[in-house]
């Protein structure tokens, strides 16, 4: 049975978003994340400073679940966490942000848990750089996607993939600011 894959990201249409203050010099998470490659971070994790964006209709307020305008590095209410810990805690790391939210509280939570083999090469758009690919466009193998729920692929360090079960578990909490739009090709 094929399955349905999306990319995991926000919406910013009508829900903020966060993005990190860090002082000049300091790699920002995105960078560290990047450098990693979807390997832990090991007692070298220092806790970022976030700040909160306008939504595209400038407003700004905390209500909202999720955001990935970090990505790969992506924040997290308490709300997501108790509702779909079950599924982000075996696939990743739940690390700590702060913000100057003073009702809301928010994690950091980076996946761990790349898929080896599921990058389609033949049907993918992508190009060859000295510290791997820049894939444009992936198109992923249907019969070598193993995880249920939410996963990355080795190829890709900027890309993490969610199932029809994860978009299900996320609409019948009622979790805001996920955007499923982007659904990805698989083969």
Known sequence: MMKKIYLLRSTSRNTCSFIQNYPEG????????????????????????????????????????????????????????????????????ILPVITESKRKIFFGYYPTNPISGCFDMDKSIYRVVERGLIVEKPVLINSKITDEYLFSIEEDISRVFVTEKFKERVEDAGLLGFDFSVEIPVD
């Open 26 to 93: 300091e790699r920002s998470i995105i960078g560290r994340c990047m450098l990693l490659n979807w390997k832990p971070f090991c007692g070298n994790y220092q806790t970022i400073m976030l700040e909160l964006r306008r939504n595209d209709v400038g407003k700004k307020n905390y209500q909202f679940d999720f955001s990935s305008a970090l990505t790969p590095f992506f924040v997290i209410s308490e709300s997501t966490l108790d509702k779909l810990g079950d599924i982000l805690k075996p696939r990743g790391q």
